[in-house]
């Protein structure tokens, strides 16, 4: 019986990657613009040369991309800015949000020891971002980058929460979940008009963990409904 041989990837192939990578993040940012709506065409070649990388890592950026509902391909047309999230679909995100988040906070309060402190950092670091956000709406739309870092900001605490029922299964959901809500976002258009409203709730979900699983479910229960309230009441106007 021969012994199977673990490979490591070419230096070459975790370049790759990593340009790869680059690129998604450059794409999705392309996404988040408020001048980008539903079916507008994205030229593989176009990004390429404007990003001056070579089609290959923008093509695997679309495919990762079309994974998270973000973009669509249509055979020989090539990929487009994908339809608006309908009502059904933004309940169905959010129903699923409340059962995986939920349940979630309620394992993670097993380690609430360990888990707290990341939290609070990770409050102090949106509650941060906020004031920038909110100093630069002052000045006319937020620039994509910003956006794309307050995104990540407020996403990273319920992550973190993922990350604290030491479950692999549940992690890697999270990754999931988050490309979603990117797509809720990109969906709605609503930027961070209710960052100061997640600040709060963020805050009462890290006072909940003292009180024990049922606390920690309860507080992140009402906060993902009432992002969803807000996303209800945004996706009116």
Do not use: C
Not at 59 to 72: M, N, P, Q
Not at 113 to 132: D, G, N, Q, S, Y
């Amino acid at each position: 019986m021969t012994d199977s041989v673990f490979r490591l990837a070419s230096a070459d192939v975790i370049k790759q990657r990593g340009l790869r990578d680059r690129v998604y993040d450059r794409v999705l940012d392309v996404l988040l613009r408020s001048d980008t709506t539903p079916g507008m065409r994205l030229s593989i070649e176009a990004v390429a040369r404007e990003l001056g990388v070579s089609p290959t890592p923008v093509r695997e950026a679309l495919v990762l991309l079309e994974r998270t509902g973000l973009v669509t391909r249509e055979a020989n047309k090539g990929y487009r800015v994908a339809p608006q999230l309908a009502d059904d679909q933004l309940d169905a995100l959010f129903d699923a949000r409340l059962v995986l988040e939920s349940g979630a906070a309620a394992l993670a309060s097993a380690h609430e020891v360990a888990l707290v402190p990341r939290l609070r950092a990770a409050l102090a670091e949106h509650e941060a971002m906020t004031a920038v956000v909110r100093a630069a709406s002052t000045a006319g739309e937020l620039p994509v980058d910003l956006l794309r870092d307050y995104f990540a900001v407020d996403w990273n605490f319920h992550h973190l929460i993922f990350e604290g029922t030491h479950n692999p299964f549940l992690i890697d959901m999270s990754a999931g979940i988050s490309t979603r809500v990117h797509r809720m976002r990109q969906t709605l258009q609503t930027g961070v008009s209710d960052a100061d409203d997640a600040v709060r709730e963020h805050r009462a979900i890290v006072d909940a963990f003292a009180e024990g699983a049922d606390a920690a479910a309860l507080a992140m229960r009402t906060h993902i409904e009432r992002v969803r309230e807000r996303s209800r009441s945004d996706s009116v106007l």
